[in-house]
């Protein structure tokens, strides 16, 4: 058990990590992510805008795209014979620019020959044209590029024309997937490094908890083993002395009575606290594949006896195919005597115990309802704790300690189960307890 919560604090703290962790991988990924494209960015925008002043009249620029040398200002640029446009600075640029210029009514007049009509992006020239720069993101061939718009201004302030530059951001991308791999292989790392620390933290943090419950569970199986002798002498003595009931005084049949009962109980109570004992101990259980309809007939027919003495009516179930789970088979048995025994205990004089199997694909199922008072909803919760009782004048009585329930949802955990309750008072209560199929676990 211990080890379940030492395994259950390691995966809550790596849980905790691993949420702060990807909260500043991400921060971490993005904010150097924007960085990357600001930085890439601000330099286009900086090409753009010193193409964008033009030192001459907005009159020169219709003469300056029919054939003569433009006089922007832009390093490099030089229209050859033809109209060939040369950008010896910025074809030398890696990766290089791409542009086109565009004249005031939008219509394209001077373009590197390797602008991709792709890059050329109408709606961005147009509000360029109206002053506005714009930035978009294009993709082409799967490469994706950063294109800028600028409006070109005469030396009146005039938006004359508009330049759009186009810059592959293959580069920038390779930058970002590399910084991406590597922020996933170090939180990875870190994360590993995480669990083991806090696994072995953990351990050492719990030595003191383990320590001490294993002492409490000594002590109860200790006192428990020691108290078996003493009350057995006692219950022998006290039959003993009910064999020669004609020479004793009326009270001293009734002490000898109330003797013989809460002797009894106790032998119970020391019987419940052995087997909740060995439950705790975290022994290996010998888990493996098992015919549930067989121990559930088996127990049926066990506790027939009982049941009987009771006047409780026990239907079992109906000889069936083997229904093959996983689980200790001792411990299955467990449980199901534990609650066939609190079904006939907690029922009326005359009522019944019906015993169905469920089989689903991956788990089986006993189905166990009885026909007694039923439990109330604010105690249904509770009845799985060690020594709660809902009836405590009318437990004491039938022998319960309280620890049934709490033993048989144990016993079903250990293989690998769990049970469940419902139940409405009036009506009975119904005692569910579910085993994972065999065939649902490959290599079993």
Known sequence: MIGRVRLRMTITNV????VVVVALLLAAFFVSSSVITRNADRDLITIAESIGRVPNRGSDFAASVSGRPPRFNIPGLRVEPGGRIELSDFSRRDPPLEFAIYNNEGTLALSFANLDSGLQLDGDVTEALDGDRQISTVTVDGVPFRVVSQPIYDGSGSVVAAVQLAESRQAQQQIVNSLRNVLLVVGGAGLAFAAGVGYVLTGRSMRPVD???ERQRAFVAD???????????ISANAEALEMHGSSLEPDDGELLSGIRSESAYLATLVSKLLEMAKLDSDAERQIGQLDLADIVRDACEAISPIATAAGVRVDAPEASDPVTVLGDPVLVRLVVLSLLDNAIKHNRSDGSVSVDIVTGSSMASVRIA????????EDLDRVFDRFYRVDKARSRSTGGAGLGLAIARRAARISRGD??????????TVATVEFQRASSQAGV
């Open 211 to 213: 320590e001490a419950f």
């Open 223 to 233: 006192a428990a083993h020691e108290l078996r002798t003493p009350l057995a002498i």
């Open 15 to 18: 849980l905790v990590v691993a």
């Open 419 to 428: 049970l469940r309750l419902s139940s409405e008072p009036g009506n009975g």
């Open 370 to 377: 009885d026909t007694g008072p039923g439990i109330p909803q």
